[in-house]
């Protein structure tokens, strides 16, 4: 069974700053990896989807990798903002289901 | 356009009671599911629907008894709630059960508390 794991558990870092989330997983045979952002009291919203055979993704500020033989994803956040305060999640899709980590939870200071 | 939908979006209730949380997606999805969130955030699939087939059923108690009426929609029915079905329950779909372009969508959740 796929398993996820997400370090740090927390963040917290000062406006400005460029900063790497990490996820890993046991079982390489997956079909995507998804971040997501979850805002508190809210629901999940995808951030980027990287497919098996891409190794990385990008949008605006944010630039997801994928190293599928080290069972390895970051999610890297270039010079953070204040909004960007939210806890982070990756899954997994593997076999017929999505694995969702334990989560991230950044605070960007001003 | 909400693209995945629950109602309601919070539910209050006594313990013994039967309740019932509906979803609905207009993506044109073939795969929903639902989630349950608890206290330390940790998100646990309960069950996914693919054509409006079963296809997983993780260790959930009967209590708790799905229905998909047709692929755009999703229920959740809760038999006899007790204080630990409290938490966030989130609805979902994607395209399909797997795939490289296999993107998840969520609902808004559904915050139920048992009293």
């Known amino acids: 069974k796929q398993e996820v794991t997400q370090i740090p558990a927390a963040l917290s870092v000062p406006e400005g700053e460029n900063l790497v989330l990490n996820c890993s997983f046991t079982?390489?045979?997956?079909?995507?990896l998804q971040w997501f952002r979850q805002d508190p009291g809210k629901g999940l919203t995808s951030l980027l989807l990287?497919?098996?055979?891409?190794r990385e993704q990008t949008s605006g500020r944010l630039n997801a990798s994928l190293d599928k033989s080290s069972g390895r994803s970051t999610l890297y956040i270039a010079a953070s903002q204040p909004g960007d305060s939210a806890t982070y999640l990756c899954?997994?899709?593997?076999?017929?289901?999505?694995?969702f980590g334990t989560g991230t939870s950044l605070t960007v200071i001003p | 356009d909400t693209a995945v939908s629950q109602t309601p979006k919070y539910l209050v209730t006594q313990m013994g009671n039967d309740k019932s949380i509906k979803c609905e997606q207009n993506?044109?999805?073939?795969?929903m599911y639902w989630y349950k969130q608890d206290s330390k955030k940790f998100l646990k699939i309960m069950f996914s629907?693919?054509?409006?087939?079963?296809?997983i059923n993780e260790t959930v108690p009967n209590r708790f008894s799905p229905k998909s009426p047709d692929k755009a929609h999703l229920n959740l029915h809760i038999n006899s709630l007790e204080l630990g079905d409290s938490a966030v329950y989130f609805c979902?779909?994607?395209?399909?059960?797997?795939?490289?372009?296999?993107?998840?969508?969520f609902g808004p959740g559904t915050r139920l508390t048992v009293l």
């Open positions: 629907y693919n054509n409006k087939e079963l296809i």
């Open positions: 899954a997994s899709n593997t076999g017929n289901q999505f694995y």
């Open positions: 079982d390489s045979a997956i079909y995507n």
């Open positions: 990287i497919q098996s055979s891409q």
């Open positions: 993506l044109g999805h073939d795969t």
């Open positions: 979902a779909s994607s395209q399909g059960p797997s795939g490289g372009y296999n993107e998840q969508f």
